[in-house]
């Protein structure tokens, strides 16, 4: 966990890139260079459902430890110069999930970061790879409840577009959450601040990179 007991130090301040700033203790900063040395030049992929905080967990994430944060989606549609929608409507879902996995594997070996994947990335086989080889894993796990309360607030959400969008998330969760379940790690990630889990996130992958030491 990001340590907060240390006596008061100069404290430096780190962008989430949202026009917010994470202040950073002496202890902040020597541990996020702990964890960026375990790491090895592996990124930190963060997967799950649409609606889980991926996008806004990685932001403070990747302010928290000083590495770059890379939003997945946002590459496809740069890539692309189309939005999501837009994508799914005109190329269909195949050819979406074929450009997904290029730009995961593109960004899993450029250096270091944290990337936030969308929700269906993780469900490929050759994705998966791709981040056991590449990167640590985590799973930013929600109940449905909130999930939909947080998709509710968007509407550009290709899979939802349906007459009972709550049933097509319960599918989705019954298909998805086992492999999900395959991440390094799971992190529960509530109604409470982002910055909680991005705490708590902090805490269980500097356990994993210390027990990775110890086998």
Partial sequence: MLDRSAPAAPRERSST?????????????DQATRIAADLR??????VGMMGAGKTSVGRRLA????????????????????TIPEIFA???????????RRVIARLLGDGPKVIATGGGAFMAAETRRAVRANGISVWLKAELPILMDRVRKKSNRPLLQHADPEEVMRSLLA???PVYAEADL???SNDGPHQA???DLVARLERFLESEKNT
């Fill in 186 to 188: 799971m992190v529960v």
């Fill in 63 to 82: 302010a928290a430890l000083h590495l770059p944060f890379v939003d997945a989606d946002a590459e496809i549609e740069s890539a692309a110069n189309l």
């Fill in 197 to 199: 889990v991005v705490a």
């Fill in 175 to 177: 298909v998805r959450e």
């Fill in 41 to 46: 030049g592996r990124s930190i992929v963060l």
């Fill in 17 to 29: 890139g949202e026009n917010e700033q994470v202040e950073l203790s002496a202890a902040d900063i």
């Fill in 90 to 100: 005109t190329m269909g879902e195949e050819k979406f999930r074929d450009g997904e």
